[in-house]
């Protein structure tokens, strides 16, 4: 009796056992969103970086132009969820390849896929973290930050590694490269203007706040805000502040210039347009929810988008911050979208829909992407 | 789940962080040790009920040879036992279930300050107590830690990273080890079945603390290191708490009438 009550208690802390490593994650299974969709468009088509795979969508009709990996049961290439950033020749992605054992670490990678065929052409393993934000292209390179704390520079024909870059922390801001200078900020709370030739240090700037969206440069000016609750303009050539006004919360996306105002968001939901010259505000108008992406503007400058964590996209008369037109989907918008003449597109996080097509005038909505069947 | 718990411990950390010269180690230590502060009367309170039903057990099992066969008249004359006693079998497991909701907690305040995960901290960050001072900016916290990544699961090319699992498993089985109660024999010199059952938990425990620190981030593994650290000091420290203390007085055997 007393043997097959300790075999009992030796069943019941085994399956005790198996149900907490099945939770604590070791057992494999459907890949899930960490960060969220990348959306890009150039010329008439969508390139979608959505968890499964990299999606080409005709931007008229959103039907499927290509996808890499074609067949991701049978080949998986990761989890896709950067911003892709589209070239003459090329498409680059990011994915985190799945660990194959209980011991075995991911593995990240970059793609370079070929934008007619949708065929992988080199690939970039060596970063040890995950990719949170795209890269940017500029004079043959791809510059690229990771989560392992290194900004790394590629060969655009060949993926091999020119240079890299170890900041304090995470990167998870997509660069910004203007005249041979890699601008990147980084969770250590600085901003850092790097040579695009070897990846010097020409200068860096300590915001005492990380540092996540990507900066705009214009008149030598370059804005950006950071964690510290704070929005900037640094001179581009020497990191000097040259103003700066206090937000409410993070501003973790970048901000986006028309003619002489910045349009910026903190995360608790402020839109702020501000002077370029001075920093004043000139209006500023609070949303009902938060807002972690950078704000799109219409062609025309007329509008400003805005994407909410609600899954409300919010179109903003960019004179005054008046609420043109709110438009709610089920999901997450924390993408930023993109404007297209009269059509705004949008990717949504933990939404039925993934992709959406908008009038720009009214919000209506054009396509959604995938089809849903009628049951 | 625990987000309710989580977001204060989050803020908390942050401030400790703040106060402590931005060393993130440091601060979850303190942060560690004013969690078993205030868990202390929780943890004695298991400590004795364990301590108490293991006195009973000799009884107990006396009295599951003489009513074998009558499982009602046996779960009667337990309950009697018990209340004679003073004694509640689940009284030992409330403590228990009162702390893995602050585990869960610190697990997830932990991922909100050292974000492996851009969706992690963006929950976080309508949760930060801005009135609290100092705290602006400091999300995310440092991270590294002797080249490891507090914010990270062990893994390669930090080799070392895995030592913490170990760790995590050494002490929690010294401190299981040190908490048990002495084992108590059925007469003919064979162990007990709480003895056994107390063996395999001095094993499994420690197991399982240390796949949930291989899989999770690291920075949790300096909360368990401490914990264990301070349960095993507080048994070098505070008598009292020692297993064998009370087995001097045990009223079992003078208020059971069997």
Same mark, same amino acid.
């Given at each position: 009796?007393?043997?097959?009550?300790?075999?009992?208690?030796?069943?019941?802390?085994?399956?005790?056992?198996?149900?907490?490593?099945?939770?604590?994650?070791?057992?494999?299974?459907?890949?899930?969103?960490?960060?969220?969709?990348?959306?890009?468009?150039?010329?008439?088509?969508?390139?979608? =970086?959505?968890?499964?795979?990299?999606?080409?969508?005709?931007?008229?009709?959103?039907?499927?132009? &290509?996808?890499?990996?074609?067949?991701?049961?049978?080949?998986?290439?990761?989890?896709?969820?950067?911003?892709?950033?589209?070239?003459?020749?090329?498409?680059?992605?990011?994915?985190?390849?799945?660990?194959?054992?209980?011991?075995?670490?991911?593995?990240?990678? #970059?793609?370079?896929?070929?934008?007619?065929?949708?065929?992988?052409?080199?690939?970039?393993?060596? @970063?040890?973290?995950?990719?949170?934000?795209?890269?940017?292209?500029?004079?043959?390179?791809? *510059?690229?930050?990771?989560?392992?704390?290194?900004?790394?520079?590629?060969?655009?024909?060949?993926? @091999?590694?020119?240079?890299?870059?170890?900041?304090?922390?995470?990167?998870?801001?997509?660069?910004?490269?203007?005249?041979?200078? #890699?601008?990147?900020?980084?969770?250590?709370?600085?901003?850092?203007?790097?040579?695009?030739?070897?990846?010097?240090?020409?200068?860096?700037?300590?915001?005492?706040?990380?540092?996540?969206?990507?900066?705009?440069?214009?008149?030598?000016?370059?804005?950006?805000?950071?964690?510290?609750?704070?929005?900037?303009?640094?001179?581009?050539?020497?990191?000097? *502040?040259?103003?700066?006004?206090?937000?409410?919360?993070?501003?973790?996306?970048?901000?986006?210039?028309?003619?002489?105002? *910045?349009?910026?968001?903190?995360?608790?939901?402020?839109?702020?347009?501000? $002077?370029?010259?001075?920093?004043?505000?000139?209006?500023?108008?609070?949303?009902?929810?938060?807002?972690?992406?950078?704000?799109?503007?219409?062609? $025309?400058?007329?509008?400003?988008? *805005?994407?909410?964590?609600?899954?409300?996209?919010?179109?903003?008369?960019?004179?005054?911050?008046?609420?043109? &037109?709110?438009?709610?989907?089920?999901?997450?918008?924390?993408?930023?979208?993109?404007?297209?003449?009269?059509?705004?597109?949008?990717?949504?996080?933990?939404?039925?829909?993934? #992709?959406?097509?908008?009038?720009?005038?009214?919000?209506?909505?054009?396509?959604?992407?995938?089809?849903?069947?009628?049951? | 789940?625990?987000?309710?718990?989580?977001? +204060?411990? @989050?803020?908390?950390?942050?401030?400790?962080?703040?106060?402590?010269?931005?060393?993130?180690?440091?601060?979850?230590? #303190?942060?560690?040790?004013?969690?078993?502060?205030?868990?202390?009367?929780?943890?004695?309170?298991?400590?004795?009920?364990?301590?108490?039903?293991?006195?009973?057990?000799?009884?107990?099992?006396?009295?599951?040879?003489?009513?074998?066969?009558?499982?009602?008249?046996?779960?009667?004359?337990?309950?009697?036992?018990?209340?004679?006693?003073?004694?509640?079998?689940?009284?030992?497991?409330?403590?228990?279930?009162?702390?893995?909701?602050?585990?869960?907690?610190?697990?997830?305040?932990?991922?909100?300050?050292?974000?492996?995960?851009?969706? $992690?901290?963006?929950?976080?960050?309508?949760?930060?107590?801005?009135?609290? +001072?100092?705290?602006?900016?400091?999300? +995310?916290?440092?991270?590294?830690?002797?080249?490891? $990544?507090?914010?990270?699961?062990?893994?390669?090319?930090?080799?070392?990273?895995?030592?913490?699992?170990?760790?995590?498993? @050494?002490?929690?089985?010294?401190?299981?080890?040190?908490?048990?109660?002495?084992?108590?024999?059925?007469?003919?010199?064979?162990?007990?079945?709480?003895?056994?059952?107390?063996?395999?938990?001095?094993?499994?425990?420690?197991?399982?603390?240390?796949?949930?620190?291989?899989?999770?981030?690291?920075?949790?593994?300096?909360?368990?290191?401490?914990?264990?650290?301070?349960?095993?000091?507080?048994?070098?420290?505070? +008598?009292?708490?020692?297993?064998?203390? =009370?087995?001097?007085?045990?009223?079992?055997?003078?208020?059971?009438?069997?």
């Amino acid at each position: 009796m007393k043997e097959s009550l300790v075999r009992r208690q030796t069943v019941l802390l085994t399956l005790l056992l198996i149900i907490v490593v099945s939770l604590s994650g070791c057992v494999g299974g459907a890949p899930r969103a960490t960060s969220w969709p990348g959306l890009a468009f150039v010329a008439d088509k969508l390139y979608v =970086a959505d968890i499964a795979n990299l999606q080409v969508l005709g931007a008229e009709d959103a039907n499927s132009v &290509w996808s890499f990996p074609t067949d991701t049961k049978n080949d998986n290439r990761g989890t896709f969820q950067v911003t892709p950033v589209v070239t003459d020749e090329y498409v680059i992605a990011a994915s985190e390849m799945p660990r194959t054992g209980f011991f075995s670490q991911p593995t990240y990678v #970059v793609w370079a896929v070929d934008r007619e065929t949708g065929r992988d052409v080199w690939s970039f393993s060596e @970063a040890s973290g995950t990719y949170v934000e795209g890269g940017a292209v500029s004079d043959g390179t791809v *510059v690229i930050g990771n989560s392992d704390g290194y900004v790394y520079a590629l060969d655009l024909e060949s993926g @091999a590694l020119q240079w890299k870059f170890e900041t304090g922390h995470r990167v998870w801001a997509s660069p910004l490269i203007d005249s041979g200078v #890699v601008f990147v900020g980084s969770m250590d709370r600085h901003l850092y203007a790097l040579s695009l030739a070897d990846g010097h240090v020409i200068w860096d700037f300590n915001a005492g706040g990380a540092f996540a969206g990507t900066p705009v440069l214009q008149d030598g000016i370059l804005f950006i805000g950071a964690f510290n609750d704070t929005f900037y303009a640094l001179d581009a050539d020497t990191g000097q *502040v040259q103003w700066s006004i206090p937000g409410e919360n993070w501003f973790w996306g970048g901000p986006v210039v028309h003619d002489d105002t *910045v349009y910026a968001a903190d995360v608790n939901g402020n839109v702020y347009a501000l $002077d370029a010259a001075s920093g004043a505000i000139i209006w500023q108008q609070t949303l009902d929810s938060q807002v972690r992406a950078t704000p799109a503007i219409s062609e $025309d400058g007329t509008l400003l988008l *805005v994407g909410g964590e609600n899954g409300s996209l919010y179109a903003l008369a960019a004179e005054d911050g008046f609420t043109v &037109w709110v438009d709610e989907s089920e999901g997450q918008v924390l993408t930023t979208p993109v404007v297209d003449g009269s059509v705004v597109y949008e990717v949504l996080t933990y939404g039925t829909y993934r #992709v959406r097509a908008l009038r720009i005038e009214n919000g209506r909505e054009i396509w959604a992407y995938p089809p849903q069947t009628e049951s | 789940m625990f987000n309710f718990i989580a977001y +204060p411990l @989050a803020n908390l950390l942050l401030v400790l962080y703040n106060l402590l010269g931005q060393n993130t180690v440091v601060a979850i230590t #303190v942060l560690t040790v004013l969690i078993n502060a205030v868990l202390l009367p929780l943890t004695l309170r298991q400590q004795k009920s364990s301590r108490r039903m293991q006195e009973l057990q000799p009884e107990l099992e006396k009295l599951q040879k003489k009513y074998a066969k009558d499982k009602e008249r046996l779960a009667q004359e337990q309950m009697k036992l018990y209340k004679e006693n003073g004694a509640n079998p689940m009284a030992g497991c409330l403590p228990l279930l009162i702390q893995m909701p602050i585990w869960f907690g610190l697990y997830r305040a932990i991922i909100f300050c050292i974000p492996s995960t851009p969706l $992690d901290v963006f929950q976080f960050s309508g949760h930060i107590y801005k009135w609290l +001072p100092g705290v602006q900016g400091l999300v +995310p916290l440092q991270s590294s830690f002797l080249g490891m $990544d507090l914010g990270m699961p062990p893994g390669m090319p930090q080799w070392w990273s895995y030592a913490l699992p170990v760790l995590v498993f @050494a002490t929690s089985w010294l401190q299981q080890k040190l908490i048990s109660p002495p084992q108590a024999s059925t007469g003919s010199g064979e162990p007990s079945q709480a003895g056994m059952m107390s063996q395999q938990m001095q094993i499994m425990m420690p197991l399982m603390f240390m796949f949930f620190t291989l899989q999770w981030a690291t920075g949790l593994s300096i909360y368990f290191i401490v914990s264990n650290a301070i349960r095993i000091g507080q048994y070098y420290l505070v +008598p009292a708490t020692r297993p064998g203390a =009370a087995q001097t007085a045990t009223p079992a055997a003078r208020n059971t009438k069997s």
